[in-house]
């Protein structure tokens, strides 16, 4: 039943995705990341570890290109058994590894705990922290391992009411959206580098619209 409910939401929320025009994605971007560049976290953060969008994901690539000269960006490679991050440089060479994501090719790889703030993506989210992935467990299993503080950034048809979770699934410590920040309710849901309070310094989340 519960996979049942992750079917639907992933459905629901592709076709809601393949509506919205590309100017709004790209205003929506904007506001996203206006939001992260004035988190102390970011500001602090010399190894961010981000992803090269897809169609139906919020637009990171203008992003990533401004800040690659000031921070070490780092990009997902998925591979038949997991994930790792490797260092992303303007105009380096782009190939396709799993799920259709686009990674760099040729790049160093950069551990885990060298990362000091991972920027997630997701079909959906909820306030909680909840994230609803593509199915593989890419994520889950990458965050179970990383320490660095988590934001999930998504447009905000993407934030519901309640994202279906297991066991396995991995939540993030806040949200940013378009029109929002939502910081994780749960402290037993959240990251474990250093003190959240410090780390993500600010109002508490708002309620997830539906």
């Known amino acids: 039943m519960l996979l049942t409910r992750k079917r639907r939401l992933r459905l629901l929320m592709g076709q809601q995705t393949a509506l919205i025009p590309r100017a709004e994605r790209l205003r929506q ?8 560049e004035e988190l102390e976290v970011f500001r602090k953060a010399a190894n961010v570890g981000l992803f090269w969008s897809m169609s139906d994901e919020i637009p990171t690539h ?17 591979e038949a058994d997991g994930m ?15 799920m ?3 990674a760099p090719c040729g790049t160093p790889p950069v551990d885990s ?14 306030a909680g922290g909840g994230r609803l992935g ?16 988590r934001i ?19 939540r993030v410590d806040m949200v940013l959206t378009a029109s929002g920040l939502y910081i994780a309710a749960d402290e037993s849901a959240r990251g474990t580098a250093g003190n959240f309070g410090e780390i993500f310094p600010g109002p508490a989340g708002c309620e997830a619209t539906a």
């Open 29 to 36: 971007s904007g506001e996203v990341f206006s939001r992260l």
């Open 62 to 78: 203008d992003f990533i290109d401004r800040w690659a000269s000031r921070k070490n960006i780092c990009l997902p490679v998925t």
């Open 84 to 98: 790792f991050f490797s260092g992303y440089v303007p105009g380096c060479k782009m190939v396709q590894s799993g």
């Open 100 to 102: 259709r994501m686009l």
């Open 113 to 126: 705990s060298q990362l000091d703030l991972l920027v997630v993506p997701g079909m959906a989210f909820d």
């Open 134 to 149: 593509r199915g593989k467990g890419y994520y889950d299993r990458f965050i179970a391992t990383c320490r660095a503080p």
């Open 152 to 170: 999930g950034i998504c447009m905000d048809h993407q934030m519901v009411g309640s994202v279906p979770c297991e066991e396995h699934d991995m």
